[in-house]
């Protein structure tokens, strides 16, 4: 456990109750741009996600979740695994004791490595049987590309965090995600695996709340949360061919379709005799 200074884009939305919910933050991205790279995503999110404060949060500065605990880890072995990430808010009690009925989320946008893809018909089932509120995946989802064709993509999740999240807990709001996981055919290596590190998360908590004359729209966004990172480095060391062993690899093939085809032939012209004689006896 270490303790270091993580910028993480953490946002406070608040909207309207029939629309707040809608759509998702990465969208209007891959609308303008296609495919995804990191100083462009940043960029979107800094210029282009609108901030601001409302009237209702004027006097409420610190009513805004910050970062307190990100705790990540990958689950299972092999080629298919499972991406865990947890995440504490800290909530200052005294900012937000006087905040109207309100209803929130919280959104991990997680940006996958080059070589790694979440299944967009798995993500379907989880919401299906209700694991997330939403969750989607943009970029390259083509899943049969080998990893050196294929483009980056990200997924966007949101889990429900309650109502009144931020009036109703003394200590904190905690949520955790499992993203299943799955790595592409990397390319042949000296090493025999190929090492594919992820990055941190974009964290948001959406809000939608509901004033007495009219809905409130807010955002709050914190860029510079000392939080306490657990495992912020996480390495996936994914098996590969050895271009030591192509050549090795290459002729056992060829020799292996050659018998096989031998056989085939063979297989059919003994087959072919046997009617043959059964034909003349007959």
């Not at 509901?210 to 709050?220: A, V």
């Not at 059919?268 to 005799?273: A, F, L, T, Y």
Request: net charge negative.
């Amino acid at each position: 456990m270490e303790l270091l200074l993580l910028k993480v884009r953490i946002c406070l939305v608040f909207g309207t109750i029939a629309s707040s919910f809608q759509g998702y933050i990465s969208e209007p991205y891959f609308e303008k741009y296609g495919s995804l790279h990191d100083s462009y995503f940043q960029d979107f999110l800094a210029h282009e996600v609108p901030l601001g404060l409302c009237e209702v949060f004027q006097n409420k500065i610190n009513s805004a979740p910050k970062l307190s605990i990100l705790h990540r880890r990958l689950i299972g072995e092999g080629s298919h695994r499972r991406l865990s990430t947890s995440i504490q808010f800290e909530i200052y009690q005294e900012s937000v004791s006087n905040l109207p009925d309100h209803y929130c989320e919280a959104i991990i946008i997680e940006k996958l490595p080059s070589g790694v893809f979440a299944d967009p018909f798995e993500l379907q089932d989880l919401l299906y049987r209700g694991v997330y509120m939403k969750a989607s995946a943009f970029g390259d989802t083509n899943l049969e590309l080998p990893s050196i064709q294929s483009n980056r993509s990200l997924v966007e999740i949101h889990m429900d965090i309650g109502s009144n999240a931020l009036t109703g807990s003394k200590h904190g709001m905690e949520t955790k995600i499992e993203l299943p996981i799955h790595a592409r055919y990397p390319p042949l290596g000296d090493r025999g695996y190929s090492r594919t590190e992820f990055g941190l998360p974009d964290l948001f908590t959406r809000c939608s709340i509901k004033g007495k004359s009219s809905s409130q729209s807010c955002i709050f966004m914190s860029t510079d949360s000392t939080a306490k990172v657990i495992d912020d480095s996480i390495v996936w060391e994914v098996p590969s061919g050895n271009k030591k062993h192509a050549s090795t690899v290459s002729f056992l093939t060829f020799v292996s379709a050659i018998l096989s085809a031998l056989s085939i032939v063979l297989v059919s012209i003994r087959h072919s005799n046997f009617e043959t004689d059964d034909s003349k006896q007959s």
